[in-house]
């Protein structure tokens, strides 16, 4: 394995560099962010943390599926909207409550494919779709979906509280197939029961219940060390990873295992104390998960192969969104 | 004035017919709606409304802006994104709390424009943009927003809940300006104090909480006569309504005002006892109310002119969004 090369080619996967717009849009904020402080966790969360004054707190996401995806399988489109919303919530911890979307297209074909992916994700996470707005005259398919979840407020796991020593976890549904659409995605639901796949998504409530985690986010398009790199960048901390030690389905490619979107997959940080129990949690809800690196206080994220060692992203020089929170 | 071709001319304005694909969007998710029947309003309504278990409910909608509005100006297409998405909270009782966004964009000046307007929309009504996501690399520019709210659960103003011999209430920000992007849009926002702004919005708020109307909705792309129209609809009620009762600004010809999609412009209904009330509130608050016409048990909306009646919709027959709760 060249170490290097496999760096390089993390850094400057598509999955990674489709994130640097986010700062600069982050910067137009800025001048109007001041007046909220305080009050939710901003861009650069999977979902924004809002307080409604009681012990809970209601978390608000949105993700747009890429028009690629959509050109290629509107119902995956559909039932993809779902999944990475659904996900948003869980990833903090939290149990959905609705979605709302909204869609434009001028093909009733393809509409009615987004909307029957659509369907059948509802059916699978229990999570019903209360509302939107349609355009039906676009030249182009587009797909936007937002989702509010509800959390006790202690029990939120954000992704900008990991701490130098924390132990770095990695948990996926290993159960799954690489999906038709694109080697980076990795389909963990479509073919299970809505019981299991609940169950699963569940877990990171429990987790963050238990107090388990001091940081996690879910692992997206940047993959698993372009996700870990994001959670470090907001962070403001290094991390060392242990190739070996992240867990690959036996009949995928590392380098694309790396790259690709679980669909149930991902990245918390724990004290090494409940690391343990962490893992237990997971690895009962049929989630297989491992220990595989550390927080450091550099600003470097570096993985190890044996003695070898390569460094990934250097925060002093690279940025992946560039939020600097 | 040609009462007949008025009716004909208010029905097949594209505001009214571009709701008809809501229909069919529904019908796809009838399959999974009673899974979730009581805990929410459903689709038909400006937002949803989220039991989460205590006296507060949360209301969640989204609005996308239509691609014509975004390629003509970016900036008032920002801008608009967040006065729609107030609008649909403040329409129903609620104070907004939060809003996320999806945007696509291969262009990086529109993107800057685009943006440019959020912010400034963010800055006049105080609420704040809490997360989302970018596809910096379409072919097109669209822009999605979603937006959550709080409201007593006693206090929501829905749309579906019109009954027969209420008084129809228009209200609306008379001191606006024709939009320079479209003869139908009013500007009532962009050119005054924020803190104006926020009371003539929060209005509603009011009305909601001292039980004054027995339903209502912010008139939207479908003009003062399309909106009563999709009230009419989802409360399975008609209406006759006087148009020398409907308040309209002096330099605006009439046929363009009631196809108008004002800022800041609501239809109420109300018990006759409370109108007068009713209009005091929006009065205080520098909005201009009138009492228009009545909600009748026919299933026809007719506009009056003297003794002459002409028959816009008639929902026997006609349907706007289809929608039958």
Chains 1, 2 share one sequence.
Not at 7 to 20: C, L, M, N, W, Y
Not at 304 to 319: H, I, P
């Amino acid at each position: 394995m060249d170490l290097e090369k496999l760096a390089q080619s993390i850094r400057t996967f598509e999955g990674v560099t489709r994130k640097k717009p986010i700062a600069d849009i982050v910067r137009i904020f800025e001048a109007v962010r001041s007046e909220y402080e305080g009050s939710v966790v901003d861009f650069g969360d999977d979902a924004a943390v809002i307080d409604i004054g009681t012990d809970d707190v209601i978390l608000f996401a949105a993700d747009g599926i890429w028009g690629r995806i959509i050109n290629k399988s509107p119902w995956w489109a559909g039932y993809t909207s779902v999944v990475v919303n659904v996900n948003d919530i869980s990833a903090m911890g939290g149990r959905p409550l609705a979605m709302v979307n909204v869609m434009s297209s001028g093909d009733m074909q393809s509409t009615r494919e987004i909307m029957e992916g659509i369907r059948d994700g509802i059916k699978k996470f229990g999570v019903p779709m209360v509302g939107g707005h349609m355009h039906p005259d676009t030249p182009y398919d587009s797909l936007a979906v937002a989702i509010i979840g509800i959390a006790k407020k202690d029990s939120v796991i954000r992704s900008d509280t990991a701490r130098p020593d924390d132990v770095i976890i990695a948990a996926y549904d290993m159960d799954g197939r690489v999906g038709k659409n694109s080697p980076y995605s990795w389909d963990t639901t479509s073919f299970k029961e809505p019981a299991i796949v609940r169950e699963r998504f569940m877990v990171m409530q429990e987790i963050g219940e238990k107090k388990l985690a001091t940081a996690g986010k879910d692992i997206s398009n940047p993959g698993t060390i372009g996700t870990l790199g994001m959670l470090c960048e907001v962070s403001k901390v290094g991390a060392s990873v242990d190739l070996n030690s992240i867990p690959c389905p036996e009949n995928v490619d590392f380098e694309q295992w790396l790259k690709i979107y679980p669909a149930t997959g991902y990245i918390l940080t724990a004290r090494p104390e409940n690391a343990g129990e962490c893992i237990r949690v997971f690895e009962k809800a049929g989630i297989r998960a491992s220990v595989i690196g550390t927080i450091e206080a550099t600003r470097k994220l570096d993985i190890l192969n044996g003695d070898c060692r390569a460094t990934v992203f250097d925060f002093m020089k690279d940025e992946i969104t560039g939020i600097d929170i």
